[in-house]
Antibody
Framework: QLQLQESGPGLVKPSETLSLTCTVS??????????WGWIRQPPGKGLEWIGS???????YYNPSLKSRVTISVDTSKNQFSLKLSSVTAADTAVYYC??????????WGQGTLVTVSS | EIVLTQSPATLSLSPGERATLSCRAS??????LAWYQQKPGQAPRLLIY???NRATGIPARFSGSGSGTDFTLTISSLEPEDFAVYYC???????????FGQGTKLEIK
């Protein structure tokens, strides 16, 4: 059974960089059939796609976040990561990593709350 | 940028009733539309992909329809566990990109 698990600091200071890692178990991140991505959800609000990455390293970002986002992959560790720079309180959210099939995001991590506060 | 508008924002129904949720796109998304269910404190779950295909393990009471700009998620007879928030999502083929609707909360009447 495929599992995804987010990890990283739960508190980040304004203007700093948010860094999260998603560890994939029960399957290979190098499968040619899938992308891997990040989606976030501010408290009490809806879902926002942040970006996606292919195992080869090709990346695709939400245009509204593109200038601040970097997603990378480490196939040797079966992990992919998110960096979001210059964070503000508006970046406070639950961050989910997910597997993206042609059908949609079919596997998700449990989510991790990141709070931006001094 | 494609905008997805879901209606209604909140739908109040009783178990056993039929639920009809709408998602309208600002321009055609062909059939590249998915529906997700999210319960409090949980990650979203994929229900429907490509407008009308049920994802693995999804009960037959869930069905999707539509193409172009107008889509519908129908739950034929509501079970207690179906009360949740539902999101539609469109995907652009190239470059890969995704947009979500703002969600419809399905609550018990």
């Amino acid at each position: 059974q495929l599992q995804l698990q987010e990890s990283g600091p739960g508190l980040v200071k304004p203007s700093e960089t948010l860094s999260l890692t998603c560890t994939v178990s029960g399957g290979s991140i190098s499968s040619s059939s899938y992308y891997w991505g990040w989606i976030r959800q501010p408290p009490g609000k809806g879902l926002e796609w942040i970006g996606s990455i292919y195992y080869s390293g090709s990346t695709y970002y939400n245009p509204s976040l593109k200038s601040r986002v970097t997603i990378s992959v480490d196939t040797s560790k079966n992990q992919f990561s998110l960096k979001l720079s210059s964070v503000t309180a508006a970046d406070t959210a639950v961050y989910y990593c997910n597997r993206i099939a042609v059908a949609g995001s079919d596997y998700w991590g449990q989510g991790t709350l990141v709070t931006v506060s001094s | 940028e494609i905008v997805l508008t879901q209606s209604p924002a909140t739908l109040s129904l009783s178990p056993g009733e039929r639920a009809t949720l709408s998602c309208r796109a600002s321009q055609s998304v062909s059939s590249y539309l998915a529906w997700y269910q999210q319960k409090p404190g949980q990650a979203p779950r994929l229900l429907i992909y490509d407008a009308s295909n049920r994802a693995t393990g999804i009960p037959a009471r869930f069905s999707g329809s539509g193409s172009g700009t107008d889509f519908t998620l129908t739950i034929s007879s509501l079970e207690p566990e179906d009360f949740a928030v539902y999101y539609c999502q469109q995907r652009s083929n190239w470059p890969p990109a995704y947009t979500f609707g703002q969600g419809t909360k399905l609550e018990i009447k």
